[in-house]
């Protein structure tokens, strides 16, 4: 049965935070060149404290490749980040557009949690393998 279209309107808020969500994805982005111009910055406690990389080790470096376009680059920094960073960017356009137009997006056409847990775990998959030195 198809949803009544006042359920389909966003409120003032909703709409707010959708915005909010849209705009912090490019500002980290493109932050992460200027954290690592700030030279060695401990980023990580689960690296300081045990001497391993953790499964987002290498993320600000992932961030600062892609705001320069090298692909290649992010990809060595952290394979694990890549289909995660790449769900984000395509969800961020999705809350970018209810947030413009006011409407949640048809459910057909949203990411579903499947998208996301797919995401996690080729981080953690990757993470194991990088733990195992396989990678």
């Known amino acids: 049965m ?5 359920a389909l309107l966003l409120t003032q808020p909703e709409r707010q935070w959708r915005a909010t969500l849209t ?11 200027v954290f690592l ?6 980023l990580c406690a689960f690296r300081q404290l045990s001497g391993l990389p953790c499964p987002l080790c290498g993320g600000t470096h992932v961030c600062a490749a892609l705001a320069g ?17 790449a769900i984000a960017a395509i969800h961020s356009v999705q809350l970018g557009y209810e947030a413009w137009t006011g409407r949640r997006t048809a459910p057909h056409w949203r990411l579903g949690s499947g998208v996301w847990k797919a995401g996690a775990a080729f981080l953690w998959g990757a993470w194991l393998l990088r733990l195992a030195g396989l990678s």
């Open 69 to 85: 376009g090298d692909v290649a680059g992010a990809w060595q920094a952290n394979p694990g980040l890549m289909p995660l960073l």
């Open 37 to 42: 111009s700030l030279g060695h910055i401990p």
């Open 2 to 6: 198809p949803e009544h279209p006042q």
């Open 23 to 33: 705009l912090v994805w490019p500002l980290a982005l493109g932050a992460a060149p």
